[in-house]
């Protein structure tokens, strides 16, 4: 006789949700226009773009929870293709400040209107009024644990812990 596994409740929220998540985040990559840039170069030009500033290797790195070294290849192959740019920061000359190119900040929101157009319709086409605020809830939460996980790792950070690398 086979026994049931009992789990706590957010245990099974928490399964829920991962592959949820998981599951929507592979939609919206089928529907990105441009499939030759990975995954891991479209991370560093989002982190550029959201920065709204120029950023340090190290802070790039940090940002994406990397080390510094295994994004220089990156770096180097984004820059090739003129979707970031790399210019000596003035007060630290020994420092170089990446920052994203109107092409990189181009080719991220071509990516978001046909991701956002996809979504849109699909939002208004199969869920209600109700699905709808529902759904703007579940997105505000899932914003909020994400926003306790990065507060969370730079206090971790700040005393010397070492994070999970992605």
Do not use: Y
Not at 54 to 63: C, G, K, M
């Amino acid at each position: 006789m086979e026994t049931l596994e009992v789990r706590a409740p957010e245990i099974d929220a928490a399964i829920k949700l991962r592959r949820s998540v998981q599951r929507f985040a592979r939609q919206l990559r089928f529907r990105r226009v441009d499939s030759a840039i990975s995954g891991t170069k479209r991370s560093v030009l989002a982190s550029l773009f959201h920065s709204e500033q120029p950023l340090t290797l190290t802070e790039l790195a940090r940002r994406e929870r990397l080390q510094p070294q295994s994004l220089t290849r990156v770096i180097a192959e984004l820059e090739e293709a003129r979707l970031i740019a790399r210019k000596p920061d003035e007060i630290d000359r020994r420092q170089l400040l990446i920052s994203i190119t109107a092409k990189g900040r181009n080719l991220l929101m071509v990516d978001a209107r046909a991701q956002i157009g996809w979504l849109g319709l699909t939002i208004s086409a199969h869920l209600s009024q109700a699905e709808q605020q529902v759904l703007l809830i579940a997105a505000e939460l899932m914003e909020r644990l994400c926003d306790i996980s990065d507060a969370a790792k730079d206090i971790g950070d700040a005393a010397g812990n070492q994070s999970p690398q992605s």
